[in-house]
C-alpha cells in the first residue's frame, strides 16, 4: 500500500483508534497497551476489532504471550505514528513554552562516541535556563531515526551527514580538529610530532565498530601510507588508560580530549596529516519544526557547539 494511500484513509479515522493502534504496535500487547494509554483492557480490545474491522485485516496476530504486526500493520505504522506526532506538535506549537517553569523531558539521540564531550555541557547550560526540564541521552541506529523522530521516541538527534530525507530538517553544526594523546615523558614527543614519527609509532583506535579504519587511516590510505594499530577497544576511556601507561598513540577530537584530561595530564599534540571530516548535524522532524521547546532546545545546542568547536 503506497503511503499516500494510507495518509488518505488514516484521514477518516478516530484519532483515538489510531493511538490505540500505535500502544498495541509498540508495547507488543493489548494489556501493555492498556497500561500505557491508562484504559481498560477491554476497551482496548474493543478498539482493536474496530481497526480490524476498518482495515479488512488481522493487524496483530498472537505469538507467545504477545501479539506480532501482520505486514499490513508494519506498512501503516510508519504513518501513523508521523501523523500523531504532527498533530502533538502543532497542540504544543500552540502553547507557550517558559524555560524557568517547564516540566518537559527531551529525547536527544547520541552516538556513544559524541555523548561524553556534548551532553555534560548541555545539561548544565539547560540546568541553568530551565531547571525543572529533564533529559535524556538516547542511542539509536541510523536507519530508525526518521521513525524514531517522527513518533516522539527522539525529539533531536545528533550525528554525522545522513542521506538527504524529505522528512527531516537539520543543521550543520560544524567540525572540529582532531589531536594526538601521548603520555607525559614520552619519550618520541615532547610538544609536537611529525608525520614519519606518528607513522612508527603504534596506535589505538576506539569505536564501537568491530572491524574497518579510522578517518586517520582513510587518510593516510589516499597517501599510500598505513599507521600500526596495535590496539582496538570500545571507548575513548579505555584507551586515555592505555596510553598514559604506555608509548601508543590515540587520536580523537578535540573536545574528547579536554573532557578526558581530568582523568590526567597529556600531551596533546596537532594530528600530523589533513583528514577530511563530515562534521556533525543535528536532525529533527519536519512536523516538530513549530514546536517552541524544541526551537528553545535546538537554539542552545547550536550555541553551545558551536563554543566547541
Same mark, same amino acid.
Given at each position: 500500500?503506497?503511503?499516500? $494511500?494510507?495518509?488518505? @484513509? ?42 480490524? %474491522? ?16 501482520? =505486514?499490513? &500493520? ?13 498533530? $502533538? ?49 538516547? %542511542? ?46 614520552? =619519550? ?8 614519519? %614519527?606518528? #607513522? ?24 599510500? *601510507? ?7 577497544? @570500545? ?31 597529556? @600531551?596533546?599534540?596537532? *594530528? ?13 522532524? @519536519? ?9 528553545? #532546545? ?7 557547539? &558551536?563554543?566547541?568547536?
Amino acid at each position: 500500500m503506497a503511503e499516500e $494511500d494510507v495518509l488518505r @484513509q488514516l484521514a477518516r479515522f478516530d484519532l483515538n483508534l489510531l493511538r490505540i493502534f500505535d500502544a498495541i504496535f509498540v508495547k507488543g500487547g493489548v494489556s501493555a497497551a492498556a497500561r500505557h494509554l491508562n484504559l481498560s483492557q477491554p476497551a482496548i480490545s474493543h478498539a482493536l476489532t474496530r481497526l480490524r %474491522t476498518q482495515f479488512d485485516d488481522p493487524l496483530f496476530v498472537r505469538q507467545g504471550n504477545g501479539l506480532v504486526p501482520t =505486514p499490513a &500493520a508494519r506498512a501503516i505504522a510508519g504513518p501513523v505514528r508521523e501523523a500523531l506526532r504532527g498533530l $502533538d506538535a502543532a497542540l504544543d506549537a500552540a502553547a507557550s513554552f517558559d524555560p524557568p517553569e517547564a516540566t518537559r523531558e527531551f529525547r536527544i539521540g547520541v552516538r556513544l562516541s559524541g555523548e561524553m564531550p556534548r551532553f555534560s555541557s548541555l545539561v548544565a547550560r539547560v540546568r541553568r535556563e530551565a531547571p525543572h526540564v529533564a533529559l535524556a541521552s538516547v %542511542t539509536f541506529r541510523r536507519r530508525d531515526l526518521v521513525m524514531m523522530l517522527a513518533s516522539g521516541d527522539l525529539d533531536l538527534a545528533l550525528d554525522v551527514a545522513l542521506p538527504a530525507d524529505d522528512r527531516l530538517q537539520r543543521h550543520y553544526l560544524g567540525t572540529e580538529p582532531i589531536v594526538v594523546v601521548a603520555r607525559k615523558g614520552h =619519550p618520541r614527543i615532547d610538544g609536537g610530532i611529525d608525520l614519519d %614519527t606518528y #607513522l612508527a609509532l603504534e596506535h589505538i583506535i576506539a569505536t564501537s565498530r568491530p572491524y574497518g579504519p579510522g578517518i586517520e587511516d582513510i587518510a593516510l590510505g589516499r597517501m599510500g *601510507l598505513a599507521r600500526r594499530v596495535a590496539v582496538r577497544c @570500545q571507548h575513548a576511556i579505555t584507551a586515555w588508560q592505555i596510553v598514559a601507561t604506555s608509548d601508543m598513540l590515540f587520536s580523537l577530537p578535540r573536545s574528547h580530549a579536554e573532557v578526558l584530561a581530568a582523568m590526567g595530564p597529556m @600531551q596533546l599534540v596537532e *594530528l600530523p596529516l589533513p583528514v577530511e571530516q563530515g562534521g556533525s548535524y543535528l536532525y529533527w522532524h @519536519q512536523a516538530a519544526q513549530a514546536d517552541p521547546g524544541l526551537g528553545w #532546545l535546538r537554539a542552545i545546542i547550536t550555541d553551545e557547539l &558551536a563554543q566547541a568547536n
